[in-house]
C-alpha cells in the first residue's frame, strides 16, 4: 500500500515537473519582433557670396555751446535748418532725412575760489539720420553738410540693395553642399541617399541688407570730412554674404 502511495506520489511530481519545465520552455521562446529603424544622416554646410555695397546711410549730428540755454537752442536750430536745406536742396526725400535725438545739458567748470562747480554755458546736441543714398554721393554730401553746420560726423553704414539675391544664392549653394557632404559619407558606408527628413537654416547676419537701421560697418571722422573742404573718397569693397543650414536625409 506505502509502495504504490509512493509511486503515485513520484509519478504526478514527474508530471508536475515535465509541465513546469515545458511552460518555461515556451515562455523564453516568445519575443516581440525588431522594430525597423531607419538609418538617417545629418549633415552641415555654408556657402558665400561675394557682393560690393551700393547704398549708404549717414550719421551726423550739431553740436553748438552758448552762455544761455535760449541762444544755443537758437544756434543749434539754425544750424540743423541749414543742413536740412541742404539736403532738399539735392533732391534727398523728407522721409529719409530723420533727426535720431536731441539733447540740452549744461556745462560746468570748477571754481577755486569756492571750491564749487559752476555753469559755465549750455550745449545743445542735434544728431540726424540720412538713409537710402547712393555710396558714389555720399562723400559730397557729407562736404556739403559740413559747410552748412554739422560739427559730428558718428558713422556711415554700407548696405546692399542686393542682399536678398545674392543670400538667395548662398543659401542654395550651401544647400548642395550639404547633399555633397551627405553622398560622400552615405557611399563610404555603402548607403546612398533617400528622401530628405529635416533641413533648417542657420543662423544670417542681416547687417549688409538694404533696410533701415542697419548697422555701421564704417565710421569716417568729421576732421576727416572737413579737411580742405574736399569730399571724402568712401571705398566700401567687397562684401560676403554667408549662408548656412543643417539637412538631416534618410539612407537606403
Same mark, same amino acid.
Given at each position: 500500500?506505502?509502495?504504490?502511495?509512493?509511486?503515485?506520489?513520484?509519478?504526478?511530481?514527474?508530471?508536475?515537473?515535465?509541465?513546469?519545465?515545458?511552460?518555461?520552455?515556451?515562455?523564453?521562446?516568445?519575443?516581440?519582433?525588431?522594430?525597423?529603424?531607419?538609418?538617417?544622416?545629418?549633415?552641415?554646410?555654408?556657402?558665400?557670396?561675394?557682393?560690393?555695397?551700393?547704398?549708404?546711410?549717414?550719421?551726423?549730428?550739431?553740436?553748438?555751446?552758448?552762455?544761455?540755454?535760449?541762444?544755443?537752442?537758437?544756434?543749434?536750430?539754425?544750424?540743423?535748418?541749414?543742413?536740412?536745406?541742404?539736403?532738399?536742396?539735392?533732391?534727398?526725400?523728407?522721409?529719409?532725412?530723420?533727426?535720431?535725438?536731441?539733447?540740452?545739458?549744461?556745462?560746468?567748470?570748477?571754481?577755486?575760489?569756492?571750491?564749487?562747480?559752476?555753469?559755465?554755458?549750455?550745449?545743445?546736441?542735434?544728431?540726424?539720420?540720412?538713409?537710402?543714398?547712393?555710396?558714389?554721393?555720399?562723400?559730397?554730401?557729407? #562736404?556739403?553738410?559740413?559747410?552748412? =553746420?554739422? &560739427?559730428? @560726423?558718428? %558713422?556711415? /553704414?554700407?548696405?546692399?540693395?542686393?542682399? $536678398?539675391? *545674392?543670400?538667395?544664392?548662398?543659401?542654395?549653394?550651401?544647400?548642395?553642399?550639404?547633399?555633397?557632404?551627405?553622398?560622400?559619407?552615405?557611399?563610404?558606408?555603402?548607403?546612398?541617399?533617400?528622401?530628405?527628413?529635416?533641413?533648417?537654416?542657420?543662423?544670417?547676419?542681416? #547687417?549688409?541688407?538694404?533696410?533701415? =537701421?542697419? &548697422?555701421? @560697418?564704417? %565710421?569716417? /571722422?568729421?576732421?576727416?570730412?572737413?579737411? $580742405?573742404? *574736399?569730399?571724402?573718397?568712401?571705398?566700401?569693397?567687397?562684401?560676403?554674404?554667408?549662408?548656412?543650414?543643417?539637412?538631416?536625409?534618410?539612407?537606403?
Amino acid at each position: 500500500m506505502k509502495k504504490t502511495l509512493l509511486a503515485t506520489i513520484f509519478a504526478v511530481a514527474a508530471l508536475l515537473l515535465v509541465l513546469c519545465m515545458a511552460g518555461c520552455s515556451t515562455g523564453s521562446s516568445a519575443s516581440a519582433p525588431a522594430s525597423d529603424q531607419t538609418a538617417e544622416i545629418t549633415v552641415s554646410a555654408s556657402a558665400s557670396v561675394s557682393l560690393v555695397p551700393d547704398k549708404a546711410s549717414v550719421y551726423f549730428g550739431v553740436s553748438t555751446q552758448e552762455n544761455s540755454p535760449e541762444l544755443a537752442q537758437k544756434k543749434n536750430t539754425e544750424a540743423v535748418n541749414r543742413v536740412t536745406a541742404v539736403l532738399t536742396g539735392r533732391g534727398i526725400a523728407e522721409k529719409s532725412i530723420r533727426t535720431t535725438s536731441y539733447n540740452m545739458y549744461p556745462q560746468y567748470i570748477w571754481s577755486d575760489s569756492s571750491g564749487e562747480q559752476r555753469i559755465n554755458g549750455y550745449n545743445v546736441v542735434t544728431t540726424m539720420s540720412v538713409q537710402d543714398q547712393d555710396i558714389e554721393k555720399v562723400g559730397e554730401l557729407l #562736404s556739403a553738410c559740413v559747410e552748412a =553746420g554739422i &560739427n559730428q @560726423i558718428d %558713422s556711415v /553704414s554700407f548696405l546692399c540693395s542686393g542682399y $536678398d539675391d *545674392a543670400y538667395r544664392q548662398a543659401f542654395i549653394q550651401a544647400v548642395e553642399a550639404a547633399r555633397s557632404k551627405a553622398e560622400a559619407v552615405a557611399a563610404a558606408e555603402g548607403k546612398k541617399l533617400a528622401d530628405v527628413v529635416s533641413i533648417s537654416e542657420g543662423w544670417q547676419d542681416t #547687417s549688409l541688407r538694404y533696410a533701415k =537701421g542697419a &548697422n555701421s @560697418i564704417a %565710421s569716417i /571722422s568729421v576732421e576727416e570730412a572737413a579737411m $580742405d573742404m *574736399a569730399a571724402p573718397v568712401l571705398q566700401p569693397g567687397e562684401s560676403e554674404i554667408s549662408a548656412s543650414v543643417t539637412v538631416t536625409y534618410r539612407l537606403k
